[in-house]
């Protein structure tokens, strides 16, 4: 059995996958906290994984891994960006999609895809907390709620609220401002994916936005961006079954084919 595994070390969480390069089957895959030690979570979640697919350390053929915390994974054999894995898991997942929105914990990036899967235009939002899911965090906590259940919250709205302010401090202010006033909580949390999905449009205006379209990163588990997305777009989103290890999973698919590739050249 040849095994690869990706391992994604975001800000928020570290994400493992494990498939067999025999028949692209995934035998693990995995999400946890990433904390404040992302060496530390991207071992840990890789060992959990290989436990989840009950092999070892030393059957796995290739390790790569992606993500903000690459850098700090010692069991990887290549490291690539995330860019790269996006493009890579989307087409095997959803090869029809053009273009990926992966909305994470602190930063949020579009790419375009070619028929062959390969990635086009690019665009990055890192240097601001809007548009991503630090800043759902900072307003599920004002709100008193789980952020998972910000998203069902909001499809309950009559009316989203209206923020004058993208600023994660600032939007905080007047959403506190706005509880003081009697404005429900539903209202808020509509309003708030509003907020995330006006900033994906700003950001969709440095590519050249080709259908369709898929959601992923932690955030396109969140219903009520989603919808706002659809509402702003007029389109609809794809969602992979889990979004969240999209990258993992192909950095895993690269690993395999690397190798493939390499026996192949090898018997050439």
Known sequence: MTLAAGVDIGSLTAKAVIVDAANTEVLASLVQPTGWQPARAGAEVLA?????????????????????????????????????????????????VRTAIDIGGQDSKIITLDEAGNAGDFALNDRCAAGTGRFLEVMARALGIE????????????????????CTVFAESELVGMLAVGESRENIAAGLSGVIAHQIAVLLGQVRLQPPVALVGGVAQNRGVCVALEKLLEMPMHVPDQPQTVCALGAALWAMETMQKGRSDGES
Request: charged share 25%.
């Open 48 to 96: 959990r994984a290989l436990q989840q697919a009950t092999v070892e350390r030393t059957d796995l053929d290739k390790v790569v891994a992606t993500g903000y915390g690459r850098v700090s994974l010692a069991d990887a054999d290549e490291r690539l960006t995330e860019i790269s894995c996006l493009a890579r898991g989307i087409h095997h997942l959803l090869p029809e």
């Open 147 to 166: 952020i998972s259940n910000l998203g069902k919250l909001s499809l309950k709205a009559d009316q989203p609220a209206r923020f004058s302010s993208v």
